[in-house]
């Protein structure tokens, strides 16, 4: 069974939007979490002591080619 | 339980307020009004809604209808509904009319757009526009609602904030995208199926008659007069409409401005959705993300090179473009929940 993961136990403010990341409880190092209003991705690039270093992750952009 | 009557009832609008009234807990459908399929049952004409009603269509005379039922719901084509409110309104029932002959508080806009003069002017100011997330409180306090037009509906909410926070100098540039229902049930050569597929048919490049609706709302948000150019098109799917507005803006502007300007102007506004993903599938509104519901999905992308904004609207046009739309002032004129009766998440995938 998928272990339920403790969501909402904090909230950074999105750089790009200003709405809420949030961000598991027991999250880890280089985990990607996302912004929820803009999707923006973010990888977890420090924990120490309960604080938290994020930056933004590479996302992929559409490109049809033309 | 308020009772209702759908005039106009054998069409799109029709048999789409009558899917949402009959699922409300609040309204009874006493009345289906057609000429054409008097005697027949509604599911006759909208399959959808077999099991969810016995009603039989009637053509009684609009005075008859009005002593039966609190409410009356016109869905009739424009040009129409002027010549059946002057008798309703002597009944003292209240009116939500889905087409345009009471939406605009200037007249000459009729002659102009429309082709026709207007039967009753001094009527207009009687009502109000029905756009639930603008005129809220009118709304509340009204008898005669004179529900949005769809295309309009979609421009008007993509554009109000930037309106309200005075970027709409110039002329704006609405392209707007919509599914065939948007005209009505009535066969034209168009309708043949080998016509249609695979088309993208430019069917009005200027002239809209929803441009002065739009130019009304968005200049009352900008305090002052705001013209919009609109071009649309017809595109192979049944329900939906996209608009994109192209706002020119000389001035380097955040994203995160205008999400804050969104977020601020909408707050609390259940049925908006900033639908914006930096990642997947669907980073922009799209009208196969709203089907069946009554929200309006919104987003926006920022163009340095030709410094200017795009502003998004996604609508289901049956729902939030009309008869969702509808049913949400209903509510609030009656003092009902906003939400009841429109609780709905899209069908997806469709
Ligand atoms: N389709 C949309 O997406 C949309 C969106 C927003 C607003 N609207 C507005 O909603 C109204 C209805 O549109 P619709 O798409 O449902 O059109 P529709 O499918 O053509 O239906 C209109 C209905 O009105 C009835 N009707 C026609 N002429 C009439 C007359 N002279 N007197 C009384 N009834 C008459 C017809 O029924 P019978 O012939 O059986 O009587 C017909 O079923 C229009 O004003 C339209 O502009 C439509
Ligand atoms: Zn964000």
């Not at chain 2, 526009?129 to 809220?136: A, F, K, M, T, V």
């Amino acid at each position: 069974m998928a272990k339920e993961r403790k969501i909402g136990e904090k909230k950074l403010e999105c750089q790009i939007c200003g709405g809420k990341v949030t961000i598991p409880a027991d999250v880890m190092e280089s985990e990607i979490v996302s912004c929820d209003d803009c999707g923006l991705e973010y990888e977890i690039s420090g924990v120490n002591n309960g604080t938290l270093q994020l930056k933004p992750a590479d996302s992929i952009k559409e490109d049809w080619g033309e | 339980m308020i009772k209702v009557a759908v005039i106009g009832g054998s069409g799109y609008i029709g048999g789409e307020l009558l899917r949402l009234l009959l699922q409300h807990p609040q309204v009874s459908v006493e009345y289906a009004g057609s000429r054409t399929s008097n005697g027949k049952f509604v599911y006759k004409v909208h399959p959808n809604l077999k099991g969810s009603t016995s009603l039989i269509f009637k053509n009684d005379s609009i005075t008859d209808v009005a002593s039966k039922v609190d409410l009356i719901f016109l869905a009739v084509p424009h040009g129409k509904s002027q010549e059946l409110v002057p008798p309703i309104m002597d009944t003292g029932n209240r009116i939500i009319d889905m087409g345009a002959d009471f939406r605009l508080k200037n007249i000459s806009e009729y002659p102009r757009w429309y082709g026709w003069d207007h039967c009753c002017p001094d009527l207009i100011q009687k009502f109000v526009y029905g756009n639930p997330e603008l005129h809220r409180d009118e709304i509340r306090s009204a008898k005669f609602i004179a529900n949005p037009g769809c295309i309009a509906s979609s421009s008007i909410y993509s554009l109000a904030p930037l309106a309200k926070a005075g970027f709409l100098d110039l002329p704006i540039n609405i392209d707007a995208k919509t599914g065939s229902s948007a005209s009505g049930n009535d066969v034209s050569d168009f309708s043949n199926y080998s016509a249609k597929t695979n088309s993208v048919r430019l069917y009005k490049p200027s002239g809209h008659r929803h441009t002065p609706e739009i130019e009304q709302e968005l200049s009352i948000l900008s305090g002052r007069r705001t013209k919009v150019a609109l071009t649309a098109q017809s595109v192979p799917m049944v329900r939906g409409i996209l608009t994109t507005s192209s706002v020119v803006h000389e001035m380097d502007i955040e994203e995160k401005t205008l999400w804050n300007l969104f977020r601020d102007f909408y707050k609390e506004k259940r049925f908006i959705r900033l639908m914006m993903d930096k990642n997947g599938l669907y980073r922009y509104p799209d009208p196969k993300l709203v089907t069946g519901s009554n929200f309006a999905d919104l987003g926006f992308n920022i163009d340095p090179y030709s410094q200017r904004i795009i502003s998004i609207g996604a609508i289901d046009n049956l729902v939030k473009g009309a008869a969702g739309n509808a049913v949400q002032s209903m509510n609030l004129m009656l003092d009902f929940p906003e939400e009841i009766g429109l609780i709905s998440i899209p069908i997806f995938p469709v």
